[in-house]
């Protein structure tokens, strides 16, 4: 059974960093989409930033470029995103997620993968003064 667990969550001063890591076991491939969303109450889970493990391409949301990174390590089949210059608006709970087979924009940018993909339980992320 498909699991992934999410950690690094944390509260943060604005301009601060956190690192976010998601680590996926019992996907039926190595081949698969894994990346990051966020959702504040009462609005839809965005899709903020994935990567592949066929090809290492990426997406980023505009919200993000510039300063967020995603990076995965295959040996810990682990997910990471760094997180620089942290904003207010940035305050959400994060959910990694991956799908097997899947682009990087089928994951993060088109919500009908979303229903089929494999998701985290989430980590809260608290950018304030």
């Known amino acids: 059974q498909a699991q992934l667990v999410e950690s690094g969550g944390g509260s943060v001063q604005p301009g601060g960093s956190l690192r976010l890591s998601c680590t996926a076991s019992g996907l039926d491939s190595d081949n698969y989409a894994i990346g990051w969303f966020r959702q504040v109450s009462g609005k839809e889970r965005e899709g903020i930033s994935c990567?592949?493990?066929?090809?290492?391409?990426?997406y980023f949301d505009d919200s993000v470029k510039g300063r967020f990174t995603i990076s995965r390590d295959a040996a810990k089949n682990t997910a990471y995103l760094q997180m620089n210059s942290l904003k207010p608006e940035d305050t959400a709970v994060y959910f990694c997620a991956a799908r097997t087979f899947t682009t990087v924009g089928g994951l993060c940018v088109y919500p009908r993968y979303r229903t089929s993909a494999h998701w985290g339980k989430g980590t809260l992320v608290t950018v304030s003064s």
């Open positions: 990567i592949s493990t066929r090809d290492n391409s990426t």
